[in-house]
């Protein structure tokens, strides 16, 4: 699966500043350096998780982020938890951040009841909706890990705003502050809409005459490595779409009674080396017989 744009610009953002998170978020609480973002044995892996110092005690905190509501958000998070508790033996504590506005969000605790309403289980986390944060919270904090999501907080979507980010970053002497410019520029993006031609042409102007200062930053090579993944996911799904509109080209003149098996089953196919095959063996099908084997005569595995 291709990245969310935000995904790349997330972990590289927490990698580099996770103390100031825990500062915003868990004040006490102290990264020892180290992260946890998979488990042994175990084919999960979460955003963020830190192994912190909190009173004197060893505490994970983890931090998941979202641009979409996910129903089932909560039986995620106790998932991680139950599976970092077995390993680190030690509190999880989470937080889940919504970079973007988002409706009928799951609110904790998340309560698990028998069928006579006896509480079986009840977990605890944070939600953190940073559209509803004023970005004057944001810059008031003092965090410079934070400055890069100022634009998606409430009222950060403005030039003048994301001017203020740009001018709190430089001069840009050392890596890090070199990263969070690069990051500025992926959230900066992020916060206006794709259509917005104006302002996000705007942003390219503004961040292009900063380029030289954080071109060879690892924040902006996930940038531009996330920009190729895009593109080379468009010219697969082009690539797909051509495949699709060839078979049923084909279907429709040599076989019109297998017009909706072609459908359902072209619909199933996420591999184009698949598709490409099934349509050249329908392509050369002699019977009627041949072209529904053909179209039936793939696995599931194979597309995935």
């Not at 998780?49 to 979409?68: G, N």
């Not at 998606?152 to 003048?160: P, Q, T, Y």
């Not at 009674?257 to 184009?272: F, S």
Request: aromatic letters at 8%; hydrophobic letters at 45%.
């Amino acid at each position: 699966m291709v990245p969310k744009p935000y995904d790349n610009g997330m972990r590289r953002l927490m990698a580099i500043c996770a103390q100031d998170f825990l500062d915003w978020l868990h004040p006490g609480t102290f990264f020892t350096g180290k992260m946890s973002g998979k488990f042994e044995s175990f084919e999960i892996e979460a955003d963020a998780m830190h192994e912190t110092i909190f009173c004197d005690e060893q505490v994970l905190v983890h931090f998941e982020f979202q641009s979409t509501t996910e129903p089932a958000m909560a039986q995620r998070l106790l998932e991680y938890l139950i599976i970092a508790f077995r390993h680190y033996n030690c509190p999880v504590i989470s937080y889940v951040i919504y970079l973007k506005p988002c409706k009928n969000v799951p609110k904790p605790p998340f309560i698990l009841r028998s069928a006579d309403g006896e509480e079986i289980l009840r977990l605890n986390y944070h939600v953190v909706m940073l559209a509803e944060i004023p970005y004057e919270t944001l810059l008031a904090k003092g965090l410079r890990g934070l400055l890069p999501l100022v634009p998606l907080a409430a009222g950060g979507a403005k030039r003048e705003v994301i001017e203020e980010v740009i001018q709190r970053l430089l001069p840009a002497h050392d890596t890090i502050s070199k990263e969070l410019l690069a990051l500025a520029q992926l959230f900066a993006s992020l916060a206006f809409n794709k259509e917005d031609v104006e302002n996000q042409a705007w942003i390219k102007r503004r961040f292009i005459v900063l380029q030289d200062i954080f071109r060879d930053t690892p924040a902006y090579q996930y940038i531009l490595e996330e920009g190729r993944e895009e593109e080379r996911e468009k010219q697969l799904q082009a690539r797909l779409q051509a495949q699709r509109s060839t078979l049923s080209i084909i279907v429709q003149a040599r076989f019109p009674t297998l017009n909706k098996l072609a459908q359902k089953q072209t619909a199933k196919i996420k591999d184009v080396i698949i598709l490409e095959k099934m349509v050249a063996n329908v392509g050369s099908a002699l019977t009627l017989e041949d072209a529904q084997h053909a179209l039936l005569n793939w696995s599931d595995a194979d597309s995935n």
